[in-house]
């Protein structure tokens, strides 16, 4: 059903509307606007308007009738076939959900050459997948893959729609929710059902990590959250599994897409924060860029990778894609060894739910170790060098 509303008496046919509407889902009939289904409620057209005789309705049709969506359904992520591991995870709560909830489980599978990805989605769980296979889809891009889910989510109804938080999971969760006006938790650390109002309790920090909120969506639909990467075990997955593959037909053209892809640009030191368990941070307290050096031998001992304060970023001395914190990266390893890191409330942001926190610093009152797990009151130059001798030693063994 097209969402915008059309003051036709009010519609001087001027066809700015029809000009600026990015989904072309305006027309000039008889000298008069006229909308189709493919409206996503951008507001595009409402801005340029002359005579303000297009709006969007003010309560949305999803706040009125929750009973009648049903289902849990999961953003599956995958790059050239791959599917991301945290898919998987986002897959196993998502089961965990459904099952509670008596009601089935569905992975949306968007790309270009990925029926294998559909055919793993059931050995992960899912009861049936959303198919979408068409080359306009083969590398992520806001506009079509939006496009796709909202219309799914607007036939079929699900109760509950998760992504992984990763950055094209937040990227399209943000864009999908806002185009069904519902609400979406970003970043979650904890799931689960309420069992007297089977609503989803979305849980994550707030206030730089100082207190957990657990957040509600009561009126809308589907209730939406992303999830932070390794919240969730991955199941094991059972290839015996049976489940129904839904293809969804795709009639979009490069032309109709607002965004092209021109060209990947590899970065030169690839940096997986978000899958690593193990990470060796450095900030202003290594000195400069060779400083690093230390914590790299310890990283690469330990299979793990480099993190970094924005301090040591901001100086220069480490690429932006290794910053963790608030406007960095968010990352839950096993491990997290912060090195001449004092601890600041935008950096805990970014790694406050590591599960065992290690913190290397000279000075004893450095907030760091209120945090920390374990403490290491000492210099790093020294603490660093003499922990990846012990680790070398005996992981040889
Ligand atoms: C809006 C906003 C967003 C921000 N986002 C982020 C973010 O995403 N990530 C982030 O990290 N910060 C962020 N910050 C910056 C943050 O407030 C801190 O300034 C920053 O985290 C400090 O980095 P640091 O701990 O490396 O440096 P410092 O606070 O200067 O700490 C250095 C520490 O190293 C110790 N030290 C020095 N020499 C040694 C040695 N040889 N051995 C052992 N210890 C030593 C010192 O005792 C000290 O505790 C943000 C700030 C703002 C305002």
């Given at each position: 059903m097209p969402l915008l509303l059309i003051d036709k008496q009010a519609c001087?046919?001027?066809g700015a509307c029809v000009d600026v509407c990015p989904f072309g889902a305006l027309d000039l009939v008889e000298g008069v606007a006229v909308v189709n289904e493919n409206c996503t409620a951008c507001s595009a057209c409402i801005e340029v308007c002359p005579t303000n005789a297009l709006s969007l309705p003010e309560?949305?049709?999803?706040?009125?009738?929750?009973?009648?969506y049903q289902g849990v359904w999961v953003w599956v992520e995958q790059f050239n076939g791959q599917a991301s591991s945290i898919s998987w995870e986002m897959m196993g709560q998502g089961r965990i959900l459904a099952d509670q909830l008596g009601t089935p489980l569905t992975a949306c599978v968007l790309g270009y050459r990925v029926q294998k990805v559909a055919e793993q989605a059931i050995a992960y769980g899912a009861d049936r997948v959303f198919l979408a296979d068409h080359p306009t889809l083969h590398v992520y891009r806001t506009d079509p893959y939006a496009r796709i889910l909202v219309k799914l989510a607007r036939e079929y109804k699900p109760e509950i729609f998760l992504l992984g938080a990763s950055s094209r999971g937040r990227d399209l969760a943000g864009s999908v929710a806002t185009h069904l006006y519902t609400g979406l938790t970003a970043d979650c650390t904890g799931l689960e059902i309420d069992?007297?109002?089977?609503?989803l309790r979305q849980t994550r920090p707030a206030y730089g990590g100082n207190i957990m909120a657990t957040i509600l969506t009561?009126?809308?639909?589907?209730q939406m959250a992303t999830v932070r990467h390794r919240v969730f075990e991955a199941p094991p997955p059972d290839p015996k599994r049976q489940g129904q593959i839904v293809p969804v037909p795709v009639t979009l053209t490069e032309e109709d897409l607002v965004t092209k892809v021109v060209d990947f640009i590899v970065e030169a030191e690839e940096v997986n924060l978000a899958d690593a368990r193990i990470i060796v941070a450095g900030g202003r307290g290594v000195g400069g860029p060779e400083g690093f050096e230390p914590l790299r031998e310890l990283a690469h001992v330990l299979g793990g990778a480099v993190g970094a304060s924005r301090a040591a970023v901001d100086a220069g001395?480490?690429?932006?894609?290794?910053q963790v914190g608030q406007t960095g990266r968010t990352v839950r390893p096993d491990l997290y060894i912060a090195c001449g890191i004092s601890g600041a409330i935008q950096h805990r942001a970014g790694?406050?739910?590591?599960r065992v926190i290690v913190a290397i610093n000279k000075d004893p009152e450095a907030p760091i170790f209120d945090l920390a797990t374990y403490g290491i009151v000492g210099d790093l130059f020294e603490v660093v060098p003499a922990l990846t001798e012990q680790f070398r030693k005996k992981l040889k063994q």
């Amino acid at each position: 059903m097209p969402l915008l509303l059309i003051d036709k008496q009010a519609c001087i046919g001027c066809g700015a509307c029809v000009d600026v509407c990015p989904f072309g889902a305006l027309d000039l009939v008889e000298g008069v606007a006229v909308v189709n289904e493919n409206c996503t409620a951008c507001s595009a057209c409402i801005e340029v308007c002359p005579t303000n005789a297009l709006s969007l309705p003010e309560k949305p049709a999803a706040d009125l009738e929750t009973q009648a969506y049903q289902g849990v359904w999961v953003w599956v992520e995958q790059f050239n076939g791959q599917a991301s591991s945290i898919s998987w995870e986002m897959m196993g709560q998502g089961r965990i959900l459904a099952d509670q909830l008596g009601t089935p489980l569905t992975a949306c599978v968007l790309g270009y050459r990925v029926q294998k990805v559909a055919e793993q989605a059931i050995a992960y769980g899912a009861d049936r997948v959303f198919l979408a296979d068409h080359p306009t889809l083969h590398v992520y891009r806001t506009d079509p893959y939006a496009r796709i889910l909202v219309k799914l989510a607007r036939e079929y109804k699900p109760e509950i729609f998760l992504l992984g938080a990763s950055s094209r999971g937040r990227d399209l969760a943000g864009s999908v929710a806002t185009h069904l006006y519902t609400g979406l938790t970003a970043d979650c650390t904890g799931l689960e059902i309420d069992p007297e109002t089977r609503l989803l309790r979305q849980t994550r920090p707030a206030y730089g990590g100082n207190i957990m909120a657990t957040i509600l969506t009561p009126r809308h639909r589907p209730q939406m959250a992303t999830v932070r990467h390794r919240v969730f075990e991955a199941p094991p997955p059972d290839p015996k599994r049976q489940g129904q593959i839904v293809p969804v037909p795709v009639t979009l053209t490069e032309e109709d897409l607002v965004t092209k892809v021109v060209d990947f640009i590899v970065e030169a030191e690839e940096v997986n924060l978000a899958d690593a368990r193990i990470i060796v941070a450095g900030g202003r307290g290594v000195g400069g860029p060779e400083g690093f050096e230390p914590l790299r031998e310890l990283a690469h001992v330990l299979g793990g990778a480099v993190g970094a304060s924005r301090a040591a970023v901001d100086a220069g001395w480490i690429p932006y894609a290794h910053q963790v914190g608030q406007t960095g990266r968010t990352v839950r390893p096993d491990l997290y060894i912060a090195c001449g890191i004092s601890g600041a409330i935008q950096h805990r942001a970014g790694m406050s739910t590591s599960r065992v926190i290690v913190a290397i610093n000279k000075d004893p009152e450095a907030p760091i170790f209120d945090l920390a797990t374990y403490g290491i009151v000492g210099d790093l130059f020294e603490v660093v060098p003499a922990l990846t001798e012990q680790f070398r030693k005996k992981l040889k063994q």
